[in-house]
Nanobody
Framework: QVQLVESGGGWVQPGGSLRLSCAAS????????MGWYRQAPGKPRELVAR???????NSADSVKGRFTISKDNGKKTVYLQMNGLNPEDTAVYYC?????????WGQGTQVTVSS
């Protein structure tokens, strides 16, 4: 059974940083491409960044140069380092495979950026 547990969210002022973690069980990050997604109030869920099994990364234009996705296959954990946060980044952040698998959605972690 696959379980993805996100953590590391919280409140931060504009310009601040957070690092999100996604602990994976039942899924091998070294084999699957993984992604971070987010959903802001009243908006559809969107892909933020993804990382392939080989470690290649890609990110949405809105976060390029500010967010970095990485993974530790040994720890079965996927990370999202977020720098230069702004209020538009406020959302619930989720990890999932890429492409997504409906059964893998977890509870997510809330990120709130405000002054």
């Amino acid at each position: 059974q696959v379980q993805l547990v996100e953590s590391g969210g919280g409140w931060v002022q504009p310009g601040g940083s957070l690092r999100l973690s996604c602990a994976a069980s039942g899924i091998i990050c070294s084999i699957y491409a993984m992604g971070w997604y987010r959903q802001a109030p009243g908006k559809p869920r969107e892909l933020v960044a993804r990382i392939t099994s080989g470690g290649s990364t890609n990110s949405a234009d809105s976060v390029k140069g500010r967010f970095t996705i990485s993974k530790d296959n040994g720890k079965k954990t996927v990370y999202l380092q977020m720098n230069g946060l702004n209020p538009e980044d406020t959302a619930v952040y989720y990890c999932n495979s890429w492409p997504t698998t409906p059964a893998y959605w977890g509870q997510g972690t809330q990120v709130t950026v405000s002054s």
